[in-house]
């Protein structure tokens, strides 16, 4: 019988589990980009590559160079054959630290079971499992050997307790350790038998196995399909919708406004002189004619749009202007009529009327 293996990779900081499917008669396993099942290459010192391989219903595996394998003695190997059950320990080349954990199974869950049987706990409140003759569920494949398993109910509820296996007991995937209480809809696994308990019944599938001196009865629930069961009501029909998709215009596109306020102001800030000339004062004392030439800072106002923003109805502008000057002796007033500039360093803010 063929079946789909898995590959668990592990330690302190990656856990992966990868599927090979029976019809898969190699794969090869690492950080590289020619790696099909693909590991994270920042969780590992360098590059690696395991390649697995079936020979004659054996699985090969070889790794490159820069890692070995270890089988917890003193040997590096770089290649060694697999079976079901192998721990192999990945480690690196140069230090012998180890990389990851390698574990090789059968993918017994890979097949979903039938369980149409089941045993009432409350006739029978103790079964044995294991290859011994005799047995309750006696296992007939060479994956049960050397393997006794008690499934009985007590005070404490109904407990599974494993005293010897080869590949341990399972309870809903996880491997147990001496005895666990068993809760509904629980799926117990021991080797490639498989059972679950709902109810003080344990439901289990018949492959593989032979009952001895137990009352065993069949599921009485048919449906015909396969496990899960499931009957989808034969009403619902499927109507596809023709209600035509309405796709929305998009926003029209801004436009840049041509003219605004500042813009139509410049013409007439651009127009006042750079150099003052103020008409004079007579003195007191000879009554000369005094002359003053001021020199005013030169630069360009350029205001974003944005930044004047939009004067609506009853709304004003007000511009302040501050204007540094050079030539003059002390701070002097002048009229309007004696200053013929050209302004800097506009300020523009609002005022609501």
């Given at each position: 019988?063929?079946?789909?293996?898995?590959?668990?990779?592990?330690?302190r900081a990656v856990y992966k589990e990868f599927e090979?499917?029976?019809?898969?008669?190699?794969?090869?396993?690492?950080?590289?980009?020619?790696?099909?099942?693909?590991?994270?290459?920042?969780?590992?010192?360098?590059?690696?590559?395991?390649?697995?391989?079936?020979?004659?219903?054996?699985?090969?595996?070889?790794?490159?160079?820069?890692?070995?394998?270890?089988?917890?003695?003193?040997?590096?190997?770089?290649?060694?054959?697999?079976?079901?059950?192998?721990?192999?320990?990945?480690?690196?080349?140069?230090?012998?630290?180890?990389?990851?954990?390698?574990?090789?199974?059968?993918?017994?869950?890979?097949?979903?079971?039938?369980?149409?049987?089941?045993?009432?706990?409350?006739?029978?409140?103790?079964?044995?499992?294991?290859?011994?003759?005799?047995?309750?569920?006696?296992?007939?494949?060479?994956?049960?050997?050397?393997?006794?398993?008690?499934?009985?109910?007590?005070?404490?509820?109904?407990?599974?307790?494993?005293?010897?296996?080869?590949?341990?007991?399972?309870?809903?995937?996880?491997?147990?350790?001496?005895?666990?209480?068993?809760?509904?809809?629980?799926?117990?696994?021991?080797?490639?038998?498989?059972g679950y308990y709902r109810e003080n019944r344990l439901?289990?599938?018949?492959?593989?196995?032979?009952?001895?001196?137990?009352?065993?009865?069949?599921?009485?629930?048919?449906?015909?399909?396969?496990?899960?069961?499931?009957?989808?009501?034969?009403?619902?029909?499927?109507?596809?919708?023709?209600?035509?998709?309405?796709?929305?215009?998009?926003?029209?596109?801004?436009?840049?406004?041509?003219?605004?306020?500042?813009?139509?102001?410049?013409?007439?800030?651009?127009?006042?002189?750079?150099?003052?000339?103020?008409?004079?004062?007579?003195?007191?004392?000879?009554?000369?004619?005094?002359?003053?030439?001021?020199?005013?800072?030169?630069?360009?106002?350029?205001?974003?749009?944005?930044?004047?923003?939009?004067?609506?109805?009853?709304?004003?502008?007000?511009?302040?202007?501050?204007?540094?000057?050079?030539?003059?002796?002390?701070?002097?007033?002048?009229?309007?009529?004696?200053?013929?500039?050209?302004?800097a360093d506009v300020r523009v803010t609002y005022a609501?009327?």
């Amino acid at each position: 019988m063929d079946y789909q293996y898995k590959v668990i990779v592990s330690n302190r900081a990656v856990y992966k589990e990868f599927e090979i499917p029976t019809d898969m008669e190699g794969v090869r396993l690492g950080t590289t980009s020619s790696c099909e099942f693909r590991l994270n290459p920042d969780s590992f010192f360098g590059d690696i590559e395991i390649e697995f391989a079936e020979q004659k219903n054996m699985w090969n595996m070889d790794c490159s160079d820069n890692v070995y394998f270890s089988r917890g003695d003193m040997r590096k190997l770089f290649s060694t054959e697999i079976k079901h059950g192998d721990v192999i320990t990945v480690c690196y080349a140069n230090t012998g630290n180890e990389a990851f954990e390698l574990r090789f199974m059968i993918d017994f869950e890979a097949r979903v079971p039938n369980y149409n049987w089941y045993i009432d706990l409350e006739e029978t409140q103790k079964i044995t499992i294991g290859d011994q003759t005799g047995s309750n569920i006696e296992l007939e494949s060479d994956f049960g050997k050397n393997t006794l398993v008690l499934i009985e109910k007590t005070s404490k509820g109904v407990l599974v307790t494993e005293k010897a296996s080869q590949l341990g007991v399972n309870v809903n995937g996880k491997k147990i350790t001496g005895s666990e209480t068993l809760k509904d809809c629980d799926f117990v696994a021991v080797a490639d038998f498989f059972g679950y308990y709902r109810e003080n019944r344990l439901y289990f599938c018949h492959s593989n196995i032979r009952t001895n001196g137990i009352a065993k009865y069949t599921d009485p629930l048919k449906t015909g399909t396969t496990y899960p069961k499931f009957v989808r009501n034969t009403r619902i029909k499927v109507k596809r919708d023709e209600v035509p998709i309405k796709v929305l215009d998009p926003a029209t596109i801004p436009v840049k406004p041509e003219l605004n306020i500042v813009t139509s102001l410049m013409p007439a800030i651009a127009m006042f002189a750079l150099v003052v000339v103020l008409r004079g004062v007579m003195s007191t004392t000879g009554g000369a004619f005094v002359l003053f030439s001021i020199q005013f800072a030169k630069t360009t106002i350029d205001f974003d749009e944005e930044f004047m923003g939009v004067l609506c109805d009853n709304e004003g502008l007000l511009v302040h202007l501050n204007i540094p000057v050079r030539g003059l002796e002390g701070n002097r007033t002048f009229t309007e009529k004696e200053l013929e500039v050209q302004f800097a360093d506009v300020r523009v803010t609002y005022a609501n009327k």
